[in-house]
């Protein structure tokens, strides 16, 4: 079984906010043209183009971030439509005035799972009394867990629009994800792309907290950043510190028509191949996981 733990859900109202942070007579239908990718049509329409994507590469089930603050109930709706194929994610911006009654509406009435944060986007530091207070929120719901953006962040959508990306690399730090974690300890936390840069950091993260998990999404670039790694290497590294039950599959996945990035996973079974990881283990990396954290019942 597979599950995707890292598509995004690239709604209507996603494009919109860029739009607007575009300015001029910008909209989403507009974007889209230029980016030459499919306009999203209603939440409904994208999830049930998401389901069919899904079956077509015999996916069970994938997680689906609102990726811009605000944008929770197109997710929503893609999780009333399809709720046995979907988790729901949320990108927080701790800063503004409503974020934990937005994110106690989210992970409550709306049914999202996870809690996503880019301090560095966000210009919040993990540190900062205003994540503590949504972290609390989070850690206050049965079920739910926070995903926290460390390392390098390069947002492709937005620098193909030129949209301006100030974001703050220094505020994205395993360790502080640590600190979290163990004021936290029930309450699962997942950094994706292995850390994005920061490796060592999140593999020290993990390594002092149980609760921390590591995504293996997107095609983990940032290895360029140190001579001569391999992601094989980082598998193997991330195997022997995190152990195969805090390592979720993820792809990145967001637009149409590219659709689910296929040649991800692929490329990652047979790394996981090539390391020998036992079909167990394998398992639990690109589903059983996922099963686990996100568990249909509760
Ligand atoms: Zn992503």
Known sequence: ????????????????????????????????????????????????????????????????????????????????RHPSRFVGLFMLDPSASDAPERARRALTDLGLRV?????????????????????????????????????VLSIAVRRRLHLPSRFDPRLGDPLAVSRLALAFPHLPFIIPHFGAGLFREALMAADACANVHLDTSSSNSWIRYTPGLTLDAVFEAALAVAGPSRLLFGTDSSFFPRGWQRAIYDEQRAIVERLEVSAADAALIFGGNFERLFSRST
């Open 115 to 151: 809690m996503c944060l880019f301090p560095a986007m966000h210009h919040v530091a993990l540190q900062d009394e205003r994540t503590q207070r949504v972290v609390e929120t989070a850690a206050a719901v049965p079920g739910a867990a926070v995903f926290v953006h460390c390392g």
């Open 1 to 80: 079984m597979i599950n995707d733990a890292h598509c995004h859900f690239f709604s209507a109202a996603f494009f919109g906010a860029l739009a607007r942070q575009r300015g001029g007579d910008a909209d989403s239908e507009s974007l889209c043209r230029e980016l030459q990718w499919d306009t999203p049509g209603t939440p409904e329409a994208l999830a049930d183009r998401w389901v069919r994507e899904l079956d077509a590469h015999g996916v069970a089930r994938s997680a689906l971030i609102a990726s811009v603050p605000g944008d929770e109930a197109s997710v929503a709706a893609a999780l009333a």
